[in-house]
Structures are given as structure tokens and as C-alpha cells.
């Protein structure tokens, strides 16, 4: 998901972001930097001529690439909606604290999501609130049901957000597994006769039988496994308890449901299974399978890693990491070398169900795209949001422009040629031509005809074409097509107050539950790099266990149960 990020801002760091963010002036409707011939407030979808449109901007609070001026399909969707946004993106900061900085500096865009941030800008009085103007733009409003639209109200009852992942449209298409995992490149499957991996000792066993039969990969020493402990992304090493005990991703606890009627929430730091998890990872560290630097890599360096084929496994989130490792691997030729990732659902211990892939959608409430108070046409900045969830253009930011992205069948079906698809990988081409408006509101699923996905990685034909033969060959030995199916998790609806995270990302330290949860994440983040490296196990642990009982987590756990009764309505 961008469907989880944690609280990881020091007490410092916090301080200094609310400090600053006191001295901005968000609650007045200050003028914003576009300028435009002429602007329509009347709430019309139809684009405004040309020379009307509008340039705007949006900041976006996680790491990514900013296209070419003149980028050819944001020049089309401009004439077509009379709106040009520019992104920028989070670069050395935490969100919380690029959020302050902005705030500070009276220097909002129009169009933000602030990942953590977005609390922090509904405090200030910075977002334009939707409710006047949803059932303005059907295709906006039809997002979400009414229900789900209530879940995103805040303290005052207004909406001032929407998350735009995990929507689907019509019939599901999914293909990838979008979520966390044990991921293993399918090379390494090939090696060892594609067996059947469970649990996290046949994981580790076979990264380490095949680096010790292969220890070098185009001339380089291979890594068999690396984790990423980089800012709020340490979600790499520290979760995989609850995973690992066969529970679903509800992100910061535990729901046990043994007592279907009276589900609870446990702590998955300090299961039996987290002890398990870690001394594992202690063991494989001083065998030399765990990567030296992992505890000081940054997210780029990780990136960068993974890039050269020379990792052969780790545990992450797909949207993490596959957008740009999956594209640079393709471009260097190494997807055909069997070094595209296949995701593992592991458990602690053989004959338990595994729940790392989640079916349906998913709604997190906590953060999504908001409308700052620097817009000074806010109906045409809803219109606009409306658009682009009209076929024609969401078309345009997924499939690219008719004849040269993509060709239709005499069936009507979309699909690329070899040479499109290596276009689409190139990052070159991506930034000259292509405009996904990636954190703006979106679909998976199907397209109204009934015929196409509406994102070419889920229609079928196209996606099995686009796979590289060692990776279409482990498919084909494990009997699957799909990254889903690959996983084979439990196939069940999610439960009534999932995913509890949607709660635990919007606390904040004006209540004792949202104090601990930010001390736990500090604490956490700074010991268990510690714990895997220590030479004493057994001492590291006491001393990281200690140390996290002080935070006081019985306050972050209360809270979140008071949360759960709420959800499952007691």
C-alpha cells in the first residue's frame, strides 16, 4: 500500500515541526502562485479553451520523479481539462517535517498529500473542506459509498481528503500482489527445482544453499538477503510478526478473533513469534546471509541494491520497490537473467493459513490528496480531480495515447507490442511522455465496456506478455498466473474495522495512546537494527524489551481497542 506508513519523527524532530508549523497562517485564504487567462468557478467538467489553462501545483510526500516540462501527455491532458500540475516530491525530509517547513513558510501548493502531514494540515486549517462540492462531480463522489466517505470526516465532521489507492471500478483485475511479502528473486526458485517455500526456516535456508553454490552475480558478491530500516520504511524489518503468525495487515497490532464476538487486540512486538522472528534474523546476520551495511543503507542505496540483481531476497511492500527496480532491472537486461522478485507467504511454522495478500479494497482513511486553502478556484480544482477519473483521460495516464502506447484488437482489447512496453520501462521516455498523476484519484478494475483493465500491468494478455521468461517459467511451475496466486493467501473478506493501521497513522501525541505509539516507533527504529547485529542475542533482546515497556505501549494499546469496540460495534 502506499497503504501503510508509520510515525517515525523523533520527539525533537515533532517539536520543531509543530513549532514552525505555529508560525504559518493556513486559516486565511491567502492568494496561491498559478495564474491563469481565465478561470470558471461554476463547477462545469467541460475544459476551458486552451490559452485558459491553469498551472498549479502539487507536493506529494514520498520519494519519486518529476516529468519533463513540456511532458506530452500532461500538454494533452491540459487542453483537455485546462489544468497542468506540477509535482514535487519528498527529498530529505520525514513528512511531518516537509509539511512544517511548508506551513512555516506560508508556501502551500494547491493540491498536497502530506502522508502524516495531512492531521498536522487539518490542525492548522489549511484544507479546503469537500462536502460543498462532492455532489457536485459524480466521479469523484463515486470513489467511495457514502459510508466510506464518513469514515473520512475529522473532528469538526467535514472531509478534507481522499485516499485514491485501492479503488477498483467494476469487475477486479488484479494481478499483482500489491502488498508486503517475503520476496525472493525467481532465479533462485529455478536453482533449487522450484520446491515449495513455507516458512521463514526453509526461506533462509534456501538463500543460503544457493549464495553459497552461486556467491557472485555479474562479477559482484550477491547479497542473500538485505532489509530496509531507512526512516519511516524500517516497516521492512519490524512487522513481519503479525504476517509470520498468519494475520492479516492491519499494520501497527494484532486482531485476534478467537472470540469472533469479542476480538482483541494483541501486540505483535512481543509475541513469542517476534522473539522467533529476530533471534532467526540474528542467526543469518552472523552467518554472513544478511547484508553488513542493511542498519545504514538509505532508501536509494536500498534501490539502488536491489537494481543490480545481486540481492537475492528481503521482506517489503511491492509499491516500495517494484515501480523502479522492476523497470531498471528490464532496461539492464536482468529479468531475463531471473531477477525479477516472486513473493513467499510465510508462516512461523508449517500448516498455518497465511493472510499477506489482501483481497478487496482497501480504505485508509489516514492521508490521501487534499485541496489546500492556497487554491483560489476551488470548483475547478474539484472539477478537475472529477476528471481525471473520466475514461478517456484516466486512459491517457495509464495506457498512453492510441496508436503509440498501446493498439486495440478487432475485440476491442487494448494491448502493447514489444517496443511499446520497452518504452513504458524507459525512465528517459517516461519523463518525456508520460503522466500517470500518480497520487491523484484513480481506478484499478475494468473499464465501463466490461472489456479492458483499466492499467495495462492488470489486463491478462497483456500482463502475462509482459513477463519475463524466467518469471513466466516459475509461474508455469508452480501452477499459477497470477502474483496473488503465487502467494496463496487466504482468499476472505476483510473484516469490519480492517485495517486498524487507518487509525493508528492519524494519531498524534495529543493523547496518551498516540505519545506511546510515536515513543514505540523511536524505540523500536533505534533497537532492533541492534538486536540483529548484537553478538548476545538473549542480552540485546532484554535490553530492547526494557526499554519499549517505558513507552508505555498498554496506553497505544488501549487506545486501539477503545478504536476496535468502535469498528466492530460495541
Not at 532489509?227 to 512487522?239: A, K, Q, S, T, V
Not at 512481543?270 to 532508501?299: M, S, V, W
Not at 495506457?399 to 520501462?425: A, C, H, I, P
Not at 472489456?451 to 492488470?458: F, G, S, V
Request: proline share 4%; net charge negative; with cysteine.
Amino acid at each position: 500500500m502506499r497503504l501503510k506508513s508509520i510515525r517515525k519523527v523523533g520527539a525533537l524532530g515533532l517539536a520543531m515541526t509543530f513549532a514552525l508549523a505555529s508560525m504559518g497562517a493556513c486559516g486565511k485564504k491567502d492568494d496561491d502562485k498559478t495564474t491563469a487567462a481565465g478561470t470558471s468557478s461554476n463547477g462545469s467538467t467541460e475544459a476551458p479553451d486552451k490559452k485558459e489553462v491553469v498551472n498549479w501545483d502539487m507536493f506529494i510526500a514520498m520519494p519519486g520523479a518529476e516529468i519533463d516540462d513540456g511532458n506530452e501527455i500532461q500538454e494533452i491532458i491540459a487542453e483537455k481539462t485546462g489544468v497542468k500540475v506540477k509535482e514535487t516530491w519528498l527529498t530529505g525530509q520525514t513528512a511531518a517535517e516537509a509539511v512544517g517547513t511548508l506551513i512555516a513558510g506560508d508556501d502551500l501548493p494547491v493540491f498536497i498529500d502530506g502522508g502524516d502531514g495531512m492531521a498536522q494540515l487539518y490542525d492548522e486549517e489549511c484544507l479546503i473542506a469537500w462536502d460543498d462540492y462532492l455532489d457536485k462531480y459524480p466521479n469523484l463522489k463515486g470513489m467511495y459509498t457514502d459510508e466510506e466517505w464518513n469514515m473520512f470526516r475529522q473532528a469538526d465532521g467535514k472531509i478534507y481528503w481522499a485516499n485514491i489507492f485501492q479503488n477498483t471500478k467494476n469487475a477486479s483485475k488484479a494481478t499483482t500482489h500489491n502488498d508486503e511479502a517475503f520476496w525472493v528473486q525467481c532465479r533462485v526458485l529455478e536453482w533449487a527445482g522450484y520446491p515449495k517455500i513455507e516458512t521463514l526456516d526453509e526461506y533462509f535456508d534456501l538463500l543460503e544453499k544457493f549464495a553459497e553454490a552461486n556467491p557472485k552475480f555479474e562479477g559482484a558478491d550477491v547479497i542473500p538477503y538485505t532489509m530496509l530500516c531507512d526512516d519511516w520504511r524500517y516497516f521492512c524489518i519490524e512487522n513481519a510478526p503479525e504476517f509470520l503468525d498468519g494475520y492479516p495487515n492491519d499494520g501497527s497490532v494484532i486482531v485476534n478473533q478467537d472470540d469472533p464476538k469479542n476480538p482483541k487486540i494483541v501486540d505483535y512486538n512481543t509475541t513469542p513469534t517476534a522473539k522467533r522472528y529476530f533471534q532467526k534474523l540474528n542467526e543469518e546476520y552472523h552467518k554472513g546471509i544478511i547484508d553488513k551495511e542493511f542498519a545504514t543503507r538509505t532508501y536509494d542505496e536500498y534501490i539502488a541494491a536491489l537494481s543490480t540483481g545481486s540481492v537475492l531476497g528481503m521482506c517489503d511492500q511491492w509499491w516500495d520497490f517494484a515501480f523502479t527496480v522492476n523497470d531498471v532491472l528490464k532496461q539492464q537486461g536482468l529479468d531475463e537473467k531471473g531477477c525479477n522478485y516472486v513473493p513467499l507467504g510465510l508462516t512461523i511454522d508449517k500448516g498455518m493459513d497465511n493472510r499477506w495478500h489482501t483481497y478487496g479494497d482497501t480504505l485508509n482513511n489516514s492521508s490521501g490528496v487534499g485541496i489546500t486553502k492556497k487554491c483560489k478556484d476551488p470548483d475547478r480544482a474539484f472539477a478537475f480531480l472529477d476528471q481525471l477519473l473520466d475514461e478517456e483521460i484516466h486512459n491517457l495516464r495509464f495506457w498512453g495515447v492510441e496508436g503509440k502506447d498501446y493498439l486495440v484488437d478487432d475485440n476491442g482489447l487494448f494491448y502493447r507490442t514489444q517496443e511499446m512496453r520497452d518504452n513504458w520501462s524507459n525512465s528517459d521516455f517516461k519523463a518525456k511522455h508520460v503522466c500517470a498523476y500518480s497520487y491523484l484519484p484513480q481506478y484499478g478494475g475494468t473499464s465501463d465496456d466490461g472489456k479492458n483493465a483499466l492499467r495495462p500491468e492488470e489486463q491478462p494478455s497483456e500482463f502475462l506478455d509482459t513477463l519475463a521468461t524466467p518469471l513466466r517459467k516459475c509461474f508455469e511451475a508452480y501452477n499459477v498466473t497470477t502474483y496473488p496466486e503465487m502467494i496463496g493467501s487466504v482468499v476472505e473478506e476483510n473484516a469490519p474495522w480492517f485495517p486498524m493501521y487507518s487509525y493508528s497513522n492519524a494519531m498524534t501525541t495529543a493523547t496518551a495512546g498516540g505519545t506511546a505509539f510515536t515513543r514505540m516507533g523511536e524505540v523500536k527504529h533505534e533497537h532492533l537494527p541492534k538486536v540483529v547485529m548484537a553478538d548476545d542475542f538473549e542480552a540485546a533482546w532484554d535490553s530492547y524489551m526494557k526499554a519499549y515497556s517505558k513507552t508505555k505501549p498498554e496506553d497505544f494499546l488501549a487506545e486501539m481497542q477503545e478504536e476496535l469496540d468502535k469498528r466492530a460495534g460495541k
